[in-house]
């Protein structure tokens, strides 16, 4: 059975930094995408990353402060996010897909992690 499992979610003042893990198991996948969804809005993109690393995208508003990079010999996918905002307050949820190329599109990904809570104080 495929599974995403996330992690490294929790509280965080602003300003701080937390390093999301997404953990596939079951398959390969060829592209991952994180999204999040903050209480009352829609589903948003945050960060892709293709097969080999080599090509990441990321929204405008968390660009310069998160990284996205992936371990295929783990079949990790990371999210680390610096100098945190209010915000960026939501859950946070990986998606993998078997293409190798990534998409912002969340119809794109097969699979889908359960999500962790990330909380920024002010």
């Known amino acids: 059975q495929v599974h995403l499992v996330e992690s490294g979610g929790g509280l965080v003042q602003a300003g701080g930094s937390l390093r999301l893990s997404c953990a596939a198991s079951?398959?390969?996948?060829?592209?991952y995408g994180w999204f999040r969804q903050a209480p009352g809005k829609e589903r948003e993109f945050v960060a892709r990353?293709?097969?080999?690393?080599?090509?990441?995208y990321y929204a405008d508003s968390v660009k310069g402060r998160f990284t996205i990079s992936r371990d295929n010999a783990k079949n990790t996918v990371y999210l680390q996010m610096n100098n945190l905002k209010p915000e960026d307050t939501a859950v946070y949820y990986c998606a993998a897909s078997k293409g190798v190329l990534s998409s912002s599109d969340y119809n794109y990904y097969d699979c889908w992690g359960q999500g962790t809570q990330v909380t920024v104080s002010s």
């Open positions: 079951g398959r390969t996948f060829g592209s």
């Open positions: 990353i293709n097969w080999s690393g080599s090509n990441t």
